[in-house]
Each structure stands twice: as structure tokens, then as C-alpha cells.
């Protein structure tokens, strides 16, 4: 397995090619972001967008390498091709290809994409559909603001005193209030004016409310933001906790590889997912489409909510059932799974979870701390089912943190971790409140040290529970030391109003493109030695050259919605993206292929199941 830059050359049977920009293109990670439409969602309504630092691109790049080359070691160690890939194999990975997935994925479909994938200042375009979401200025800074339900923005009211201009009528329902948002911006911004970031955190923390200081990596640290041993001489360590594991007696396990999966790097590997919204999924997503076996349990009562993200203003317009199976960004994170239905609260439904995580080798979930506890599912309990389970849990702060009981999504998350922080333009804060990069960020650290850790396993035949903090993911992005940098980058205005990205070397001579003419700004950069990109509007990548030749979509057809377009994997296998194998699973799908393939269970067994509501959505949705 070699990996190296774009222009590697080896012998080896599988080369893994790291692009800063894009694959057979040089330039760097800011080019990436003007490209993949992360940039056009930084900045304000009408003026240039703003790259993230270029090295957050380019760490990305590295962190997809990295998983591609542990799915591809554990290949081989597990005899999928006597020790070495069928063929030979090579992957390019791409900072503008991975930004442009994730992009896609938080956009939603075109007609949302063209509405609200907008550069809007520090607040998104409507909300996001549901008030508030964005960052606020406070007595201090900044603090963002996150609500996906009435109860958040009832919460948040709650935090910041129960002001009485948010007891109006006009301020009850978060969903209206997103399309016409002005007065309350206003007002809820007057009202943080008087309220300072950690006075703010605290606050959130007794209404669980979703809020959040913007900090940098040291205001974190000294709070206690991050665990112990995290920050080591102003460097952040991994965002994961390891403890190793013993419990009972492995079980013999015959390796079953799918004929769909066959050539796959991951295929016979086995990951139960106990994950919902985006991160959690996300990890499941990677695993799937390397070619992993991944059963996503869902209770009836608390499915994933993302199986209604975009839809949440159609509840008791459409039928529920209907409802749940038609949201695009679900059919997208959760492709090439098995779905099975199952109330974990219920003795036999601990139980049934208990005997496939015995015969499984990974297991993720995405539940506050704690939870898995109360569920008597904790690390020791999965432990004696199965001593070589390595698991991993992903809540937003990591438990151990001072924060370990805030209610969390992803803005928060990078907010308290730094990353935001390190978003500006010209001294002024921005942040990325559309991008939203703690989620899939999280998501690549943890798919990472979970393959890490099946290799551990494999090796010494000892569990690990990894506990991963999506804040501490953030600061590890954020602020691991990277070499000097050698470009200057920046986004600027041409004389006809459009927007270009120039990446010139540092020690080149200085110079002002802003005003010139598109065509002086691209002769000027290349004369300089740099690079140029156009800043594309996200609705305007598929046109683009610097996508054209490997589509960033994998069509579907699915038995709700029929026939749709997927958000692809950001990784290139001999010049293709992986490919479809099933859609997203319908809750309670795969229940009968689960207990009967994966457990053996016998029929009279999984007709008890059923019947006692453990299995199956009977009842839920009539």
C-alpha cells in the first residue's frame, strides 16, 4: 500500500493519491473551498466568499487516506485476496471532492439547494427552516444558537431570561419565525447584548438549551472544555478516549462476504449502528460504502431523525409513515445498509442486541452520555457478549467534559472546539453556520479510529471502547500543527462583479488583484506561479470542469420517492466511484433478514418478538 501526493508513482498494489485541490489539478486547499461550495456559503449576501484555512481541506484529505489505507490493510489481514487487493487497485482523494460532499449532503435537494445555500453573514438563509441557527453577538463576542424543534427554541427562550418581547404571539412557533426573521434578530440579539459567553453556557446547561460560545482552542482549555490530557504543550492529541476491554468468551464466527460486497475492502466486516442525525450515521455511511455489513437498529418510537430532515413542516400533512421514508438527506447517509426496528428499552430487545453484537465487530452510537448505561448496553455489558468488540461513542462533548450534558448539534460543537473561531474575514468574524463542518468532521475521526481499532483487535484480541468528543474533533482539525505556509490565499472581486480564488506563493511579489479584469487576475496568479479557481455557487459544481470527470452524484431509485439522486462517497477507486448496492432501509426492513441470516433465530422465536412490540413497527404508524 503506498500512499502520497497526487503526483505518487508505485509498483505497489494499491496506491492512495492525496490531492490539496482536485484530482489531476495543483493548488491548495483554498482552492478546494471556492470550488466545492463551502466557500459560497461564508460571507455575506452579495460580496465574495471565504475560504476556510487551507489546512482544514487538507487535513480532510489526509484523514480519508488514512481510513482508505486501514480498510485496505485489514483486506488483507482478513484473506479478501490471499493477502493482497484481487487487482491492483488505486484511490485519488481530493480536498475539493471531499468539501463538495459535504456540501451536498447538509443542501438537501436542488430547489433547497438554490434557496438556501447562500452566503447570509453569521446566520443562515431562513434558519435553516426552523428558528434560530446561526451566530449571535453577545456582551463578550459570540455564541451560537441552534434549534431544530419547538422545544429548542422554548429552551433557548428559557436561557436568556423569558424575555417579554419572545412571549408575543408572533415569537411562539420556530418554523415561521425562520421565514421572516428580522425583527427577531434583532431583538434576540439586543437581548444577548447583555449576556456574556460563559454566563450563556451555564445557562444552557440548566434548560438544555442549544447554545454555545464561540472560543478559541486556549478560552476552551481553560474552561475545561476539552478532557484531560487533550491539550499537551498547545497541541491537541486525537479526539478519542481508548479503553481497552475483557469480558467473556469470543464466539466462533464464520465471516459471510455478500457476492455484492466480494471485491470490497471491508467485506466481511460487521458494524451494528446505533446512530441518528448526521456524525454517528456518517461513520456508518463510510463503512458501508468501503463494503462493511452495517445494521442500523432504530426504535420504532425514536427513529433517526433524519428520516424527516426537510419534511418537518409536512408532519400530519402527509402520512407519517410516508413521511418518514421520503427525506433525501436520510436515502443519502444511510445507503447500503440493513435496517432493523428495535425497542432496546425492552428486555428481549437488550437481549436480541446483545447476541448480534456478540457476533458483530464493531459497534457505533451517537446517544448522550450515559445512555447506553441506562440501557444496560454499557462498554462492559457489550464487553461480555463479545471481549473483541471495539466500540465507539460519539457524543457531542465526550464524557468527561465540563460540558458533557450540553444538548448539542453541530454548530455548537465547533463553536466550543475553535474551529469557528479561525473563520474571518478582514478581522471580522464569520464563522460557517450553513457549512455546519463538525459533523462530517467528527464522522471521518471516528470512522478512522474505528478501523484502527479492528486492526487492534485483530492483532491481540482485545476490545477497545473508544469515546469520542466531536468539540475535541473540531480542535484537532483546528490546531494540529501543520508546516509553514507556503501560499498566500485569498477570494477576490474581478471588475465584473465575479468572484475568484488565487493561491500565489508567499514569497512571490505582492500584489492587489482586487478590480482587475477575470482575465489580468488569472494572468497575473499564473505569472506569480500560483493557481485560480472561480467561486462556484454549490448549484453550479455539476457543470464544472473541475467535477466533470467523476460525477459527484449515484443514482437511485427508491419504492417511496423513485428515482433520485445520491450524495456519492468522496473517494475515487480506479477513476469510479463506489457504487449502489441497496437504498436506505426502510424502518423495520431487514428485521426478518437479520434474526434469521445474522442470528439463525428460529421462526416461533422472531413471531414472539413481533408480537410483544420488540421487533417490527406493528401499531406505530396505523
Given at each position: 500500500i503506498?500512499?502520497?501526493?497526487?503526483?505518487?508513482?508505485?509498483?505497489?498494489?494499491?496506491?492512495i493519491r492525496?490531492?490539496?485541490?482536485q484530482?489531476g489539478?495543483?493548488?491548495t486547499?483554498a482552492?478546494?473551498?471556492?470550488?466545492?461550495g463551502?466557500?459560497?456559503?461564508i460571507?455575506?449576501?452579495?460580496?465574495?466568499g471565504?475560504?476556510?484555512?487551507?489546512?482544514?481541506?487538507e487535513?480532510?484529505?489526509?484523514?480519508y487516506?488514512?481510513?482508505l489505507?486501514?480498510?485496505?490493510?485489514?483486506r488483507?489481514?482478513n484473506?479478501?485476496?490471499?493477502?493482497?487487493?484481487?487487482?491492483?487497485?488505486r484511490?485519488?482523494?481530493?480536498?475539493?471532492?471531499?468539501?463538495?460532499?459535504?456540501?451536498?449532503?447538509?443542501?438537501?435537494?436542488?430547489?433547497?439547494m438554490?434557496?438556501?445555500?447562500?452566503?447570509?453573514?453569521r446566520l443562515?438563509v431562513?434558519?435553516?427552516?426552523i428558528?434560530?441557527?446561526?451566530?449571535?453577538?453577545?456582551?463578550?463576542?459570540?455564541v451560537?444558537?441552534l434549534?431544530?424543534?419547538?422545544?429548542?427554541?422554548?429552551?433557548?427562550?428559557?436561557?436568556?431570561?423569558d424575555?417579554?418581547?419572545?412571549k408575543g404571539?408572533?415569537?411562539q412557533?420556530?418554523f415561521?419565525?425562520?421565514?421572516?426573521?428580522?425583527?427577531?434578530?434583532?431583538?434576540?440579539e439586543?437581548?444577548?447584548?447583555?449576556?456574556?459567553?460563559d454566563?450563556?453556557?451555564?445557562?444552557?446547561?440548566?434548560?438544555?438549551?442549544?447554545?454555545?460560545?464561540?472560543?478559541?482552542?486556549?478560552?476552551?482549555?481553560?474552561?475545561d472544555?476539552?478532557r484531560?490530557?487533550?491539550?499537551?504543550?498547545d497541541i491537541?492529541?486525537m479526539?478519542?478516549?481508548?479503553?481497552?476491554?475483557?469480558?467473556?468468551?469470543?464466539?466462533?464466527?464464520?465471516?459471510r462476504?455478500?457476492?455484492?460486497?466480494?471485491?470490497?475492502?471491508?467485506?466481511?466486516?460487521?458494524?451494528?449502528?446505533l446512530?441518528?442525525?448526521?456524525?454517528?450515521?456518517?461513520v456508518?455511511?463510510?463503512?458501508a460504502?468501503l463494503?462493511?455489513?452495517?445494521?442500523?437498529?432504530?426504535?420504532p418510537?425514536r427513529?433517526?431523525?433524519y428520516?424527516?430532515?426537510?419534511?418537518e413542516?409536512?408532519r400530519?400533512?402527509?402520512?407519517?409513515?410516508?413521511r418518514?421514508?421520503?427525506?433525501?438527506?436520510?436515502?443519502?447517509?444511510?445507503r447500503?445498509?440493513?435496517?432493523l426496528?428495535?425497542d432496546?428499552?425492552?428486555?428481549?430487545?437488550?437481549?436480541?442486541a446483545l447476541e448480534l453484537?456478540?457476533?458483530?465487530?464493531?459497534?457505533?452510537e451517537n446517544?448522550?452520555?450515559?445512555?447506553?448505561e441506562?440501557?444496560?448496553?454499557?462498554?462492559?455489558?457489550l464487553?461480555?457478549?463479545?471481549?473483541?468488540?471495539?466500540?465507539m461513542?460519539?457524543?457531542?462533548?465526550g464524557r468527561?467534559?465540563?460540558?458533557?450534558?450540553?444538548?448539542?448539534?453541530?454548530?455548537?460543537?465547533?463553536?466550543?472546539?475553535?474551529?469557528?473561531?479561525l473563520?474571518?474575514?478582514?478581522?471580522?468574524f464569520?464563522?460557517?453556520p450553513?457549512?455546519?463542518?463538525?459533523?462530517?468532521?467528527?464522522?471521518a475521526?471516528?470512522?478512522m479510529?474505528?478501523?484502527?481499532g479492528?486492526?487492534?483487535?485483530?492483532?491481540d484480541?482485545?476490545?477497545?471502547?473508544f469515546?469520542?468528543?466531536?468539540?475535541e474533533?473540531?480542535?484537532?482539525?483546528a490546531?494540529?500543527?501543520?508546516?509553514?505556509?507556503?501560499?498566500r490565499?485569498?477570494?477576490?472581486?474581478?471588475?465584473?462583479?465575479?468572484f475568484?480564488a488565487?493561491?500565489?506563493?508567499?514569497?512571490?511579489?505582492?500584489e492587489?488583484?482586487?478590480?482587475?479584469?477575470?482575465?489580468?487576475?488569472?494572468e497575473?496568479?499564473?505569472?506569480?506561479?500560483g493557481?485560480w479557481?472561480d467561486?462556484?455557487e454549490?448549484d453550479?459544481?455539476?457543470?464544472?470542469?473541475?467535477?466533470?470527470?467523476?460525477s459527484g452524484w449515484?443514482?437511485?431509485?427508491?419504492?417511496?420517492t423513485?428515482?433520485?439522486?445520491?450524495?456519492a462517497?468522496?473517494?475515487?477507486v480506479?477513476?469510479?466511484r463506489?457504487?449502489?448496492?441497496?437504498?436506505?432501509?426502510l424502518?423495520?426492513?431487514?428485521?426478518?433478514?437479520?434474526?434469521?441470516?445474522?442470528l439463525?433465530?428460529?421462526?416461533?422465536e422472531?413471531?414472539s418478538?413481533?408480537?410483544?412490540?420488540?421487533?417490527?413497527?406493528?401499531g406505530?404508524?396505523?
Amino acid at each position: 500500500i503506498a500512499v502520497g501526493g497526487g503526483d505518487t508513482a508505485s509498483d505497489a498494489n494499491c496506491v492512495i493519491r492525496l490531492w490539496d485541490y482536485q484530482v489531476g489539478h495543483p493548488g491548495t486547499g483554498a482552492l478546494a473551498s471556492a470550488v466545492s461550495g463551502a466557500a459560497a456559503v461564508i460571507g455575506h449576501k452579495g460580496g465574495p466568499g471565504v475560504p476556510l484555512p487551507s489546512d482544514m481541506p487538507e487535513k480532510w484529505c489526509g484523514i480519508y487516506g488514512v481510513i482508505l489505507a486501514l480498510a485496505e490493510v485489514w483486506r488483507q489481514r482478513n484473506g479478501n485476496g490471499n493477502g493482497k487487493a484481487r487487482k491492483p487497485v488505486r484511490y485519488d482523494v481530493s480536498a475539493a471532492d471531499i468539501m463538495r460532499s459535504f456540501s451536498l449532503q447538509n443542501s438537501g435537494g436542488p430547489e433547497e439547494m438554490v434557496r438556501s445555500w447562500r452566503r447570509n453573514g453569521r446566520l443562515c438563509v431562513e434558519h435553516g427552516g426552523i428558528f434560530p441557527m446561526g451566530f449571535y453577538a453577545c456582551k463578550d463576542g459570540y455564541v451560537a444558537l441552534l434549534g431544530r424543534s419547538r422545544r429548542d427554541w422554548h429552551n433557548i427562550r428559557k436561557a436568556v431570561g423569558d424575555p417579554d418581547w419572545a412571549k408575543g404571539e408572533a415569537y411562539q412557533d420556530p418554523f415561521v419565525l425562520a421565514r421572516d426573521s428580522a425583527a427577531a434578530d434583532r431583538l434576540l440579539e439586543g437581548t444577548l447584548s447583555a449576556l456574556g459567553r460563559d454566563e450563556l453556557l451555564q445557562r444552557g446547561l440548566a434548560e438544555g438549551a442549544v447554545i454555545a460560545p464561540v472560543y478559541s482552542q486556549a478560552e476552551a482549555a481553560a474552561r475545561d472544555v476539552f478532557r484531560d490530557n487533550f491539550i499537551v504543550d498547545d497541541i491537541p492529541a486525537m479526539p478519542f478516549q481508548i479503553q481497552p476491554l475483557t469480558g467473556g468468551a469470543a464466539r466462533d464466527r464464520q465471516r459471510r462476504v455478500h457476492d455484492d460486497v466480494a471485491g470490497s475492502p471491508l467485506a466481511g466486516l460487521r458494524c451494528l449502528e446505533l446512530c441518528w442525525v448526521w456524525s454517528g450515521p456518517m461513520v456508518g455511511q463510510i463503512l458501508a460504502d468501503l463494503g462493511a455489513e452495517v445494521i442500523k437498529m432504530e426504535a420504532p418510537g425514536r427513529f433517526d431523525l433524519y428520516r424527516t430532515r426537510g419534511l418537518e413542516a409536512l408532519r400530519k400533512k402527509m402520512p407519517e409513515k410516508a413521511r418518514i421514508e421520503s427525506s433525501l438527506y436520510f436515502h443519502s447517509l444511510n445507503r447500503n445498509k440493513t435496517g432493523l426496528a428495535l425497542d432496546l428499552k425492552h428486555p428481549d430487545g437488550r437481549k436480541t442486541a446483545l447476541e448480534l453484537a456478540a457476533v458483530s465487530d464493531l459497534l457505533i452510537e451517537n446517544f448522550t452520555v450515559g445512555t447506553m448505561e441506562r440501557l444496560g448496553l454499557g462498554p462492559d455489558d457489550l464487553a461480555q457478549a463479545n471481549p473483541t468488540l471495539v466500540q465507539m461513542s460519539m457524543s457531542g462533548p465526550g464524557r468527561g467534559s465540563a460540558v458533557e450534558k450540553l444538548r448539542s448539534y453541530g454548530l455548537v460543537l465547533s463553536a466550543l472546539g475553535g474551529a469557528e473561531d479561525l473563520i474571518t474575514k478582514d478581522g471580522e468574524f464569520l464563522g460557517s453556520p450553513t457549512f455546519s463542518l463538525s459533523d462530517p468532521n467528527a464522522a471521518a475521526f471516528g470512522a478512522m479510529g474505528l478501523l484502527a481499532g479492528v486492526l487492534a483487535a485483530g492483532e491481540d484480541g482485545t476490545g477497545r471502547a473508544f469515546d469520542v468528543s466531536q468539540i475535541e474533533a473540531a480542535a484537532t482539525l483546528a490546531a494540529t500543527p501543520t508546516p509553514p505556509l507556503a501560499t498566500r490565499d485569498a477570494i477576490v472581486t474581478a471588475k465584473d462583479g465575479s468572484f475568484i480564488a488565487v493561491s500565489v506563493p508567499c514569497d512571490a511579489a505582492d500584489e492587489n488583484f482586487e478590480g482587475l479584469s477575470r482575465a489580468d487576475i488569472v494572468e497575473r496568479c499564473t505569472a506569480l506561479g500560483g493557481h485560480w479557481a472561480d467561486l462556484l455557487e454549490l448549484d453550479e459544481t455539476d457543470n464544472s470542469a473541475v467535477f466533470a470527470d467523476c460525477s459527484g452524484w449515484i443514482s437511485s431509485t427508491h419504492p417511496y420517492t423513485g428515482d433520485e439522486a445520491l450524495v456519492a462517497a468522496p473517494w475515487r477507486v480506479n477513476s469510479h466511484r463506489p457504487g449502489l448496492r441497496k437504498t436506505a432501509p426502510l424502518l423495520g426492513e431487514g428485521d426478518d433478514f437479520v434474526l434469521r441470516r445474522v442470528l439463525s433465530l428460529p421462526d416461533d422465536e422472531i413471531d414472539s418478538l413481533k408480537a410483544a412490540g420488540v421487533v417490527g413497527i406493528a401499531g406505530h404508524f396505523e
